[in-house]
């Protein structure tokens, strides 16, 4: 290997390292919050791709279907509750918050060629259709098991992905997608040849991790999010309800998701599975950081995507093998140096 | 005692609480009003903190509970009695350990900034008024706080709502002699603001000596209540709780 593929290897595995670490920070948000192992991470990742592939196309994406039924369900399960309080009076906000958004992407397809749209408000389209379904999957399936334990969590979460998935073959069908690349623009720097792609893939994770940084450091609400993670009975004591959580969490973690696809639809092929892997590479990373550490679980995903490219050249039909193999050494790792705290529940 | 005049702020009778099957709470009934400090002392396993924590929400619970004039349903909220005024600093503190002082106080006010009011700088300068250590470590991580400026933080984070009935479950529990003195008086003069107190204690000398009014839990029921003057000297509270008697 010459410098010139190691930098050009390199470069691939920073590109995919920066994707990794968004999903692996989604990833020990929706954990810290939440409790859920959330495995349909990578799902979001494929509907961000496929979505944005068959606008693009001028079909009209299953997604909106999915949007559609998820939003009446919810609206429905509201209602049941708001009549079994007594205050059928908050009906028509129910109505309102559910059903609003789903009717006018509706329209909005129905009406605008999306195809023809500026690549811009493609991705917005995609992101306003994707990034819903992260709180109404919350609304439906978490918010009712909150308090289940870890375990029936992680199951219920496999279950999604699956179901996910399933959704996504049928929507999508069985074959890939890749969008165009956002610009053809090439740097050359030294011997290495930069492409405008990768350099935009990788400014735009690092621009969504310094706003997450943001968020979570400077807004009240992310200060919120942290102490529901720290301590829940804390938070809610404060009167932040863990369901406000458990919802801004997953919008988070579908927002992260499908971004992440729009960003690698271009330099990857995107099938309807194509999303569980990329995810659990996340997890990876995630695990680096124990579940708990953000910029640890994003340096992990980087060395992740650094891995994963170094080891497809030499050994190619290995490199999944390789990178889910690194999961032993770092659990060790781990749990030879983390102390052990009981945890008072 | 002009009993008559104060509105009553929290009312409770005929409140019981289960574990399964075992009731851990019968009967209970007790009032608090406006601009009072009512304490219930008791042994450990009494239910003292259960009792607070089915009033906060936190457990479930049966019978009326009367707060602020309306009657509680069944599926009391935790969230929904924070935003009426209601703030509960529980017995483990439940702090923010990874976080500063200063932002454990600013959730506090959480609920009062989502709502659109932004004076949670003017609450927190009151706040570290009340407790000047707290200033001194104001970018101090939680977790890194001595017990003291842990219960003092707890109690702080818990005015920062700006509570109508402050709740406080053993706030001298595992503190040094000077420390509990220290938080008695703190407790003493959060009464001249005008808030409600209902302080939980097993130091029953100390909550007596600045609560108006008192009850006596024993497993699961109230066995004794009165203005805390008059049970500082039963010889019933002088003989389990005050330990003058020591005759056993």
Redesign the interface.
């Known amino acids: 290997m010459d410098l010139q593929i190691a930098l050009l290897l390199g470069q691939d595995g920073i590109t995919n390292g920066a994707i990794y670490a968004l999903l692996s920070l989604a990833l020990v948000l929706v954990f810290t919050v939440t409790r859920v192992i959330f495995i349909p991470q990578g799902e979001f990742v494929a509907f961000g791709a496929l979505t944005l592939a068959s606008l693009q196309a001028g079909k009209l994406p299953g997604t909106l279907w999915l949007l559609i039924a998820l939003a009446i369900a919810a609206a429905a399960v509201d209602i049941v509750c708001a009549l079994r309080?007594g205050q059928a009076q908050r009906i028509p906000k129910v109505l309102a918050v559910n059903c609003a958004l789903p009717a006018a992407l509706a329209a909005l397809l129905s009406i605008v060629p999306a195809a023809s749209l500026p690549l811009a408000l493609q991705v917005v389209l995609t992101l306003a259709l994707v990034v819903p379904l992260g709180p109404l999957l919350y609304r439906l399936v978490f918010q009712p098991i909150a308090e289940a334990s870890v375990l029936v969590l992680l199951i219920v979460s496999v279950s999604v992905h699956v179901t996910l998935s399933g959704l996504a073959l049928y929507f999508f069908g069985a074959e890939g997608s890749r969008t165009p690349a956002f610009t053809d623009a090439t740097f050359e720097i030294g011997d290495a040849l930069i492409q405008g792609q990768t350099l935009l893939v990788v400014c735009a994770s690092f621009t969504l991790i310094a706003a997450l940084y943001f968020f979570f450091e400077r807004t009240?609400w992310g200060?919120?999010l942290?102490?529901t993670a720290?301590?829940r009975?804390?938070?809610?004591?404060?009167?932040?309800?863990a369901t406000s959580a458990g919802k801004l969490s997953f919008s988070l973690a579908a927002l992260i998701g499908a971004f992440s696809g729009v960003l690698i639809s271009p330099i990857t092929t995107i099938y309807y599975d194509s999303g569980f892997l990329i995810g659990l590479k996340g997890f990876v990373g995630a695990i680096f950081g124990g579940m708990a550490s953000y910029p640890l679980a994003a340096a992990g995903a980087i060395l992740v995507g650094l891995l994963e490219s170094y080891s497809s050249f030499w050994a190619s039909a290995y490199k999944e093998v390789i990178v889910f193999t690194l999961i032993i050494p770092v659990l060790v790792w781990r749990s030879l140096t983390t102390r052990h705290t009981e945890e008072?529940e | 005692m002009q009993a008559g005049d104060k509105p009553t702020i929290l009312e409770v009778s005929d409140l019981s609480v289960s574990y399964g099957k075992v009731e851990a709470l019968h009967g209970i009934a007790l009032k608090i009003r406006a601009g009072e400090i009512v304490t219930v002392i008791g042994p450990n396993g009494a239910g003292k903190t259960t009792l607070l924590s089915a009033l906060?929400g936190?457990l479930p619970a049966r019978g009326d509970i009367v707060y602020l004039g309306q009657r509680q349903?069944a599926?009391r909220?935790?969230?929904s009695l924070?935003?009426q005024g209601m703030?509960?600093v529980?017995e483990?503190r439940?702090?923010?350990?990874?976080?500063s002082v200063e932002?454990n106080l600013?959730?506090?006010a959480?609920?009062r900034?989502?709502a659109g009011q932004r004076d949670h700088a003017e609450t927190m300068a009151q706040v570290f008024d009340t407790f000047p250590r707290l200033r001194e470590r104001r970018t101090q991580l939680a977790g890194t706080l001595s017990g003291g400026e842990r219960q003092m933080l707890a109690m702080g984070?818990?005015l920062m709502?700006r509570p109508k009935l402050l709740m406080l479950d053993e706030p001298s529990l595992g503190l040094a002699p000077l420390i509990i003195k220290e938080i008695f008086r703190i407790v003493a003069e959060l009464k001249k603001t005008g808030v409600s107190i209902l302080l939980v204690e097993q130091n029953a000398r100390a909550a007596l000596a600045v609560a108006d009014y008192g009850y006596v839990l024993e497993t699961g029921e109230v066995s004794l209540e009165g203005p805390s003057g008059e049970l500082a000297n039963d010889p019933r509270v002088i003989e389990s709780y005050l330990g003058l008697g020591g005759r056993h």
């Open positions: 309080d009240l200060k919120a942290r102490a720290m301590n009975t804390g938070a809610r004591l404060m009167g932040i309800s008072e | 906060m936190l349903g599926e909220e935790v969230e924070v935003r703030t509960l529980p483990k439940e702090l923010f350990g990874e976080m932002d600013l959730l506090g959480f609920d900034y989502r984070r818990a709502a």
